[in-house]
């Protein structure tokens, strides 16, 4: 006698298999219980989110306002992290200065992630095909990666100018060849996978095998390294800051911060670039730790 049916139809004693959703987030849920340090880093990337958002709104003082006679405070009630050279509340400026950093570390995400789709392809055409195709796409790769890419940033920056545009272009130009490497290397892997001479028996062409059975399952391996990009971004754009060639004063940027602290170290001010280079270095440290989580989450060989 056959099983009776459930309201839903499924027949009782069965469970409905879940969805492709609900099993990547049951498996989020595992990896953050089996890594508090994943599910602090996710917390810390909420935080640095709402700071971007609300930060405006929350600094208790005009970021942009001086006044000489409170200038080069140590932190106190007042000013919790201090004020600077010309008596602008630090505390204000770094909560500020993240929406300014954050907006260059997600526009470069969104530009590599357009960028990155035509190095994935390049890459999956490298590592696959292999040939002539391969040779032209590493040779590209080569050049790009043969100059040192902070020198190459510089380069790109002073010739087009130190606007935050530009160092959203130059952080997609000089991360171009590392989402062509990592893809090729993916691709060259998996070419002759089980699943891919399956689908070449079936009659599929090596560009539709390419484009929809290799790519797809290379994804979630740029989506990791978008989020490891987020960090290269603002290091990139705090260093271009520093040497005078990003953004420019008088704007809040944690960089532009620590440039303008360092001169006062030695007198005694540590505060002035102690605080944004706290910041700049939570940050990075999140986005390389989201990175390693999502990698966690992605991963096939992980799942529970």
């Known amino acids: 006698m056959s099983a009776p049916a459930a309201a839903d139809g499924a027949p009782s004693g069965q469970q409905r298999p879940k969805g492709r959703f609900a099993e990547t987030l049951s498996h989020a849920r595992h ?64 909560l500020v200065a993240t929406r300014l950093d954050m907006l260059i570390a997600i526009l470069s995400v969104a530009l590599v992630f357009f960028a990155g789709g035509l190095a994935g392809v390049a890459g999956v055409a490298a590592g696959f095909f292999g040939g002539w195709t391969d040779r032209i796409v590493g040779r590209v790769s080569d050049t790009i990666m043969a100059f040192p890419l902070f020198v190459l940033a510089m380069g ?14 130059t952080t997609a130009i000089i991360n171009f060849p590392l989402y062509t490497r990592i893809v090729r290397a993916e691709a060259n892997v998996r070419r002759n996978a089980g699943y891919v001479l399956a689908a070449r028996l079936t009659g599929n062409s090596d560009t539709r095998i390419a484009l929809t059975t290799i790519l797809p399952n290379i994804l979630p391996i740029m989506v990791v390294q978008m989020s490891l990009t987020m960090g290269y971004a603002i290091l990139n754009a705090a260093g271009l800051s520093f040497i005078g060639l990003g953004v420019r004063p008088p704007a809040a940027e944690w960089g ?48 529970t």
Request: charged content about 15%.
């Open 156 to 169: 790109i920056v002073a010739a087009l100018g130190n606007t935050v545009t530009n160092i959203v272009i």
């Open 256 to 303: 532009i911060m620590v440039a303008e602290g360092s001169a006062f170290i030695v007198s005694g001010e540590w505060w002035i670039a102690l605080f944004p280079g706290l910041a700049l270095m939570l940050a990075v440290f999140c986005f390389n730790l989201v990175g390693d989580g999502l990698r966690d989450i992605v991963d096939p060989l992980r799942r």
């Open 31 to 94: 990896i953050i219980g089996e890594n508090p340090v994943t599910g602090l880093s996710f917390a810390l990337f909420a935080l640095l989110l709402l700071c971007a958002v609300f930060g405006p709104l929350l600094s208790p003082y005009d970021p942009l306002a001086s006044d000489t006679v409170a200038a080069l405070k140590p932190p106190s009630a007042h000013h919790w992290f201090g004020t600077d050279q010309l008596g602008r509340d630090i505390l204000s400026r770094v």
